[in-house]
């Protein structure tokens, strides 16, 4: 049998990927799974698993992060992602098995065929420091599951973002905006590493869509929105965007 771990926060695309595996991949058995990169670094400790399967985006940062700490690794990896057909041909290029979300049942038996061939792994440290390259120069983006599959946001299109009781809306440059399923909290954590910050308990703006600040009035945005600046945030706020203009 096949040892694997699954590395992915949406518990849908987990889920989703372990029925596949039962139903389709006889020999493949899941003996853990993690969310991001801390528990999946433990994950893997553990279980010694034969094959990992990685989503890149995870909530506290690339999963690089948990290759970097295994450079001589004996195991397997299936890199599981969102991107472009740019993308996907860099994967294709450094000869790196991927799987495009949602899952493609034929392409997965593909690639596990891949792997009862070679018995090895099919990544190097000089092959992953140059795919790191890669999605460094790529814009930034942020994906958001939907009934369809899922939908892929540019971040320096998003203007703002609100909570909505556990909800968030996300609002983008052209005008059109979107409801996600996660807290406001989920997407600080992604989101303050470019330009956005928490001016308020319920609204998180992208820094750069800022046109006027006024004390009394709140913050106005590009899209002509204006988000409250709270009293607890202005000392903070105003050290941030005053660090981003040195």
Not at 78 to 105: E, G, N, R
Not at 110 to 117: F, S
Not at 220 to 225: A, F, G, R, V
Request: no cysteine; net charge negative; glycine share 4%.
């Amino acid at each position: 049998m096949i040892r694997a771990v699954i590395v992915e926060d949406e518990f849908g695309s987990r889920e989703s990927l372990k029925a596949i595996l039962s139903a389709y991949i006889k020999d493949v058995i899941v003996v853990a799974e993690a969310i991001d990169i801390k528990s999946g670094i433990l994950a893997i400790e553990e279980h010694q698993p034969d094959m990992v399967f990685l989503d890149i985006r995870l909530p506290d940062g690339d999963s690089f992060g948990i290759l970097d700490h295994f450079p001589n690794a004996s195991f397997e990896i299936i890199f599981v992602t969102a991107y472009s057909d740019y993308l996907q041909k860099a994967f294709d290029y450094f000869s790196l098995q991927y799987l495009t979300k949602p899952v493609d049942i034929e392409k997965l038996e593909k690639a596990m065929e891949r792997y009862r061939q070679v018995k090895n792994t099919a990544f190097s440290l000089d092959k992953l420091n140059s795919l790191k390259k890669i999605l460094e120069d790529r814009p930034k983006i942020l994906t958001l599951p939907n009934n369809d599959g899922i939908r892929v946001l540019v971040i320096t299109d998003i203007v703002r973002l609100e909570a909505d009781g556990s909800y968030t809306k996300i609002f983008l440059e052209d005008g059109d905006s979107l409801i996600s399923t996660k807290g406001i909290g989920h997407y600080q954590k992604i989101l303050e590493k470019h330009h956005f910050f928490r001016t308020h308990k319920s609204h998180l703006i992208n820094v750069d869509m800022i046109l006027n600040i006024s004390y009394s009035d709140g913050i106005l945005l590009k899209n002509k929105d204006r988000v409250p600046l709270s009293q607890r945030s202005k000392k903070e706020f105003l050290d941030f965007i005053g660090q981003l203009g040195e």
